[in-house]
């Protein structure tokens, strides 16, 4: 069974950090392109990152600068390392990769 699952979500003040995980089972990320989604309550799908198989990385004007996508074969996970957190990154953040994980929380107060 194929499995995403991302962790690491939370509540956060404005200015902290998160670092999210998407470990994957039953799938590699080998040879494949990751993306981390995000969607805001009453708002689409945002994509705020990607990683490709060759290691480039691409982000959403909005988190360009505060947040960086990695990528850890060995351990088979994606990590999204979001930093100088704002209000309006508030939203369910979700990674992808043909499938789908269950997308994890991030709150973010003032």
């Known amino acids: 069974e194929v499995q995403l699952v991302e962790s690491g979500g939370g509540s956060v003040q404005a200015g902290g950090s998160l670092r999210l995980s998407c470990a994957a089972s039953g799938f590699t990320f080998d040879n494949c392109d990751v993306g981390w989604y995000r969607q805001a309550a009453g708002h689409e799908y945002d994509l705020v990152s990607t990683i490709s198989s060759d290691g480039s990385t691409a982000y959403a004007d909005s988190v360009k600068g505060r947040f960086t996508v990695s990528q850890d074969n060995a351990k088979n996970t994606v990590y999204l390392q979001m930093n100088s957190l704002k209000l309006e990154d508030t939203a369910v953040y979700y990674c992808?990769?043909?499938?789908w994980g269950q997308g994890t929380q991030v709150t973010v107060s003032s």
């Open positions: 992808a990769a043909t499938y």
